[in-house]
């Protein structure tokens, strides 16, 4: 049997539609990797999916737990592979973008992260759009989180070094373990390559509650930049008040 390099964490709650197609594109990727699924105690058909899949899987359970970002931490932790990282049940992998990641990792044994391109995709239309990615420096992570989390591979060693994602934050737990990975372990490897494709629908978390996110974002900002950019109060304030108005009428139309 092929030793795994590679722990993927799979939160899921409620996204039975999606999570087929999602673990369907980390099979697919011809990469020794150990699965593990942390379901929040689904009452969609999540579970039927997830049985679907049970031969492939290193593990899985459904329950009420702590939120996303401990089912993160647990579902790493079982695992020993030497790169690790998460796909969110509604987001899926590109061919080779693992691939493309674990190399550039392998070729900078220092770097903490690697990261490549993604796409934003409208469940409803399956429309792309380009994510906001860029080479990584603190400068621009403070402007914005340039890394769009499924398209990023963090090594295991990092990883513990900084005990994973904070179960405190419930929106921006990514963006927060970014900055304490490049405090205590340096720059990213930035891979001008697409990896991903993060899905947009109505009961996204961010969608249905952009307030907390920004909130969030700031806290995160100040805490690790020590200072919040000008950006964010001219322009990030506006953008929040227009996206929850256009999520609030999208809602609307759906029910």
Same mark, same amino acid.
């Given at each position: 049997? +092929?030793?795994?390099?590679?722990?993927?964490?799979?939160?899921?709650?409620?996204?039975?539609?999606?999570?087929?197609?999602?673990?369907?594109?980390?099979?697919?990727?011809?990469?020794?990797?150990?699965?593990?699924?942390?379901?929040?105690?689904?009452?969609?058909?999540?579970?039927?999916?997830? #049985?679907?899949?049970?031969?492939?899987?290193?593990?899985?359970?459904?329950?009420?737990?702590?939120?996303?970002?401990?089912?993160?931490?647990?579902?790493?932790?079982?695992? =020993?592979?030497?790169?690790?990282?998460?796909?969110? =049940?509604?987001?899926?992998?590109?061919?080779?973008?693992? &691939?493309?990641?674990?190399?550039?990792?392998?070729?900078?044994?220092?770097?903490?992260?690697?990261?490549?391109?993604?796409?934003?995709?409208?469940?409803?239309?399956?429309?792309?759009?380009?994510?906001?990615?860029?080479?990584?420096?603190?400068?621009?992570?403070?402007?914005?989180?340039? +890394?769009?989390?499924?398209?990023?591979?963090?090594?295991?060693?990092?990883?513990?070094?900084?005990?994973?994602?904070?179960?405190?934050?419930?929106?921006?737990? *990514?963006? *927060?373990?970014?900055?304490?990975?490049?405090?205590?372990?340096?720059?990213?490897?930035?891979?001008?390559?697409?990896?991903?494709?993060?899905?947009?629908?109505?009961?996204?978390?961010?969608?249905?509650?952009? &307030?907390?996110?920004?909130?969030?974002?700031? =806290?995160?900002?100040?805490?690790?930049?020590?200072?919040?950019?000008?950006?964010?109060?001219?322009?990030?304030?506006?953008?929040?008040?227009? #996206? =929850?108005?256009?999520?609030?009428?999208?809602?609307?139309?759906? &029910?």
């Amino acid at each position: 049997m +092929i030793k795994p390099i590679l722990t993927v964490a799979v939160p899921s709650y409620n996204h039975g539609e999606f999570l087929d197609f999602a673990l369907e594109s980390i099979f697919m990727q011809d990469v020794p990797v150990e699965v593990f699924v942390m379901d929040g105690g689904s009452t969609d058909d999540t579970c039927q999916v997830i #049985k679907k899949w049970e031969p492939h899987l290193a593990g899985w359970r459904s329950h009420v737990d702590d939120g996303q970002s401990a089912a993160i931490n647990e579902g790493i932790a079982l695992g =020993s592979a030497p790169f690790v990282t998460w796909l969110n =049940s509604d987001d899926y992998y590109l061919p080779n973008g693992l &691939k493309v990641l674990i190399a550039a990792l392998e070729a900078k044994p220092d770097a903490p992260v690697a990261y490549g391109r993604a796409f934003h995709e409208k469940a409803e239309t399956a429309k792309r759009r380009a994510a906001w990615v860029q080479p990584f420096t603190a400068k621009t992570l403070a402007l914005r989180c340039i +890394i769009c989390q499924p398209a990023a591979l963090i090594r295991r060693s990092a990883w513990e070094s900084v005990s994973g994602t904070d179960p405190s934050l419930h929106m921006t737990m *990514d963006y *927060d373990l970014w900055w304490r990975l490049y405090r205590h372990s340096g720059d990213f490897v930035f891979v001008d390559h697409p990896v991903a494709i993060n899905r947009d629908h109505a009961s996204t978390k961010t969608n249905e509650n952009r &307030k907390l996110h920004y909130s969030e974002a700031i =806290s995160t900002v100040r805490t690790h930049y020590g200072s919040v950019p000008l950006k964010w109060y001219l322009y990030q304030p506006y953008a929040v008040w227009w #996206k =929850s108005i256009v999520g609030s009428l999208r809602r609307y139309r759906i &029910k």
